[in-house]
């Protein structure tokens, strides 16, 4: 397997842009996650997805953040209207379901001016 | 809530010399502690995996131990390399899987 797979590595956009972030995980697994780094906190677990339907999206910043998983082999994660403030890498893993090992993506770098 | 420290923030040290590397964890009602490794610009990459029953894990020259009434792990590397420079990032797992992670560790071995 490829393992996860996140599309684009890079995105710039301006201010007040619709943003979508795409994310492929490893085939088989049934939970998914998105996470964002920042310098500031760290990483921190935005939402995650069990078979398709989000469970947890309690990290979730703002109601300008959505996620959607159509089916088990891609998710997208949208930012709209989007901010300086969001510039950040987001991440994209997958697991089994359970307490098993997390793979993550190599991330989108986003930055917004 | 559950916090997740690593201490030290950086560490730098010569070619050779064995890397320990410390993580604490306020909740002890965990699934799993995960080590990862994050190079410059990359995503993170798997390196040990502790279900909450067990004390150790082991793979090649890293080993991580787990005291989970404590709430520490630490990591070691043995006979450090200058490929081993990255950040090693410790992360605890709740119910889902779902992952909190600590600061990070950035280590610079010197050749």
């Known amino acids: 397997d490829a393992g996860v797979i996140q599309s684009p590595r890079h995105e710039v956009t301006e201010m007040g842009q619709e943003v979508t972030l795409r994310c492929k995980p490893i085939s088989g697994h049934n939970s998914l996650f998105w996470y964002r780094q920042t310098m500031m906190r760290g990483l921190e677990l935005l939402i995650y997805f069990n078979n398709n339907v989000p469970i947890d999206d309690s990290g979730m910043p703002e109601d300008r953040f959505s996620a959607k998983m159509p089916n088990a082999s891609f998710s997208t994660l949208k930012i709209q209207p989007s901010e300086p403030r969001d510039s950040a890498v987001y991440f994209c893993a997958s697991s089994f379901a359970g307490p098993t090992e997390a793979f993550f993506g190599q991330g989108t770098r986003l930055t917004v001016v | 809530k559950q916090e997740v420290t690593q201490i030290p923030a950086a560490l730098s040290v010569p070619e050779g010399e064995n890397l320990v590397l410390n993580c604490s964890f306020t909740d002890s009602a965990i699934y799993n502690l995960q080590w990862f490794r994050q190079d410059p610009g990359k995503g993170l990459t798997s390196l040990l995996l502790?279900?909450?029953?067990?004390r150790e894990q082991t793979s090649g020259r890293l080993n991580a131990s787990l005291d989970k009434s404590s709430g520490r792990s630490t990591l070691y590397i043995a006979a450090s390399q200058p490929g081993d420079s990255a950040t090693y990032l410790c992360?605890?797992?709740?119910?889902?899987?779902?992952?909190?992670f600590g600061g990070g560790t950035r280590v610079l071995v010197k050749p």
């Open positions: 992360a605890v797992s709740a119910a889902g899987n779902k992952l909190t």
């Open positions: 502790i279900q909450s029953s067990q």
